[in-house]
């Protein structure tokens, strides 16, 4: 339920003569939470008795830096005293799409650390700024796969404290992603080599005591996983999607929380919130709900396949 947006970005929710409502946030994932009471309200209305219980969340921590902490949250909660048979999200545009694979996602911060001085008379010092570009120019060179997909990208860079001195400090953040967790582990050691050897050949330029140092951390570790294109879940996706009329795409990857539940070998899928929708992640955000319901009939039916009906139909797992 949570966006990337502050409370300061969200003020209202405007209704076009379109019928598109507009609002940073509409979309993403505040579609989800309406989409859920709508399921919610259905099943009890209608008196249907799951065989399995079914409970409906609503997470935080999905965007930016909370790494799915609150669907990983719910995961441990519930599996305390129950066993988790199948999570269902809902995330992401049309009503087509859906997630069934994780993409991995790790971020790191790192800083260079050295001594300073001024740039002038303190010029055989080592440079922090300097020792970072080298290690920004490694990461930038670094060949990665295409399949599975494999991403880094290197922001947020700061440093140095005037424009004649040599540079103290030096950080910048990276954003590392892949369809394989053994890609992004393979890709995650040779940062760390590259790091240091960055230190190393800066130090190396000066034949003094004076070193710059480095230092960092993961800041978010998000498990990549994969699950059998024959997988049930996945089946019974393409069947309740094709039994409203309309034919699923099984997209690659996918950054959401079903990672979560994938990491710990729970069978999981994220459907489509369904409607039409525009900017996503920016202020001019927009959702067209023409057609939205039915996100909410292929949840139902989902869920009813997952939780089976008590005397009328066995659960698939």
């Not at 269902?88 to 800083?111: C, E, L, Q, R």
């Not at 020792?131 to 922001?155: F, G, N, Q, W, Y």
Request: net charge negative; with cysteine.
């Amino acid at each position: 339920m949570d966006t990337v947006f502050s409370f300061g970005d969200v003020k209202e929710i405007i209704e076009g003569a379109d019928g598109k409502l507009h609002c940073p946030g509409i979309c993403d994932d505040t579609r989800a939470i309406a989409a859920n009471l709508a399921v919610a309200k259905a099943l009890i209305d209608s008196g249907i008795k799951p065989f399995y219980d079914i409970v409906i969340g609503a997470t935080v921590r999905e965007e930016g830096l909370g790494g799915m902490c609150g669907m990983k949250w719910i995961l441990e909660d519930l599996s305390k005293k129950n066993h988790i048979v199948a999570t269902v999200s809902i995330d992401g545009p049309t009503a087509v799409d859906f997630y069934a694979n994780a993409t991995g996602m790790v971020d790191w911060d790192v800083i260079f650390s050295g001594p300073g001085g001024h740039a002038w008379t303190a010029f055989k010092t080592p440079s922090a700024i300097h020792a970072a570009a080298r290690a920004v120019a490694m990461i930038s060179d670094l060949c990665l796969p295409e399949d599975p997909k494999t991403t880094i990208t290197v922001s947020l860079i700061e440093g140095g404290q005037a424009i004649h001195g040599i540079a103290q400090q030096a950080s910048f953040k990276i954003n590392a992603r892949s369809n394989s967790q053994v890609e992004l582990n393979k890709l995650n050691e040779e940062l760390v080599r590259i790091f240091h050897l960055a230190c190393e050949q800066e130090n190396a330029k000066y034949s003094n005591e004076k070193e710059v140092k480095v230092s960092y951390e993961k800041i978010l570790d998000v498990p990549a996983g994969n699950q059998d294109d024959d997988a049930l879940i996945i089946q019974a996706t393409k069947a309740v999607t094709a039994a409203v009329g309309l034919e699923a795409n099984f997209k690659p990857g996918g950054c959401t929380n079903t990672n979560m539940s994938i990491a710990r070998g729970i069978p999981a899928v994220t459907l489509g919130r369904g409607g039409r929708e525009f900017g996503t992640h920016t202020l001019a955000e927009w959702f067209d709900p023409k057609d939205v319901y039915l996100c909410e009939q292929k949840s139902i039916l989902m869920l009813m396949l997952l939780a089976g009906l008590t005397d009328v139909s066995k659960p698939i797992y």
